[in-house]
């Protein structure tokens, strides 16, 4: 941010020198069309409907990599607190609670273990149309995507559902 000297704050006229100083200052910190900028994490405390947010080429969103689920009840899952999580340790039935949902949020979300695990909205979520506070399960190698279609719903994003010969689902 550039440094700028002010009249009302100085009480007196700007001297040549400290005009000069202001332009020079505000050329200094500006970016100009073709330059890469370099801000941070972008985060706000609430998300709006009607912005958007357009990025070229890659983009990396918020990832744990090795994320443990636990408990075998709502109360006791592993919050989640990333965008793409990846479930590197669990026994049969320990589960892993999303965020609460918000219209338009996304998550991922990948078994990565070899036993089922449960995923738990939070108490008055439902995903799928599920009661509320009902866990879904998600197979060993499976992952998933959901995306927030209420202030109280998360719902699955698969493109295509595949059921074996004996009706289970396969992803």
Known sequence: MSTITLRSVKGSPLTNTEVDTNFTNLNTDKYQSGDNIAAGTISGSTILSTSTLTVGGGSILSTTAAVTAAGTVIGDATA????YNIVTTATAD???????????LETFILNDTAVNIKIWPTATESIDGVAASTAINLAPG???????VS???WNRM???????SSGTRVN
């Open 80 to 83: 989640l607190t990333k965008t």
């Open 158 to 164: 698969s493109p295509v559902i595949i059921y074996n």
């Open 151 to 153: 202030a109280t719903k």
């Open 142 to 148: 499976h992952s998933l995507t959901l995306v927030g």
């Open 94 to 104: 320990q589960g892993i609670r999303l965020p609460d949902v918000v219209l338009g």
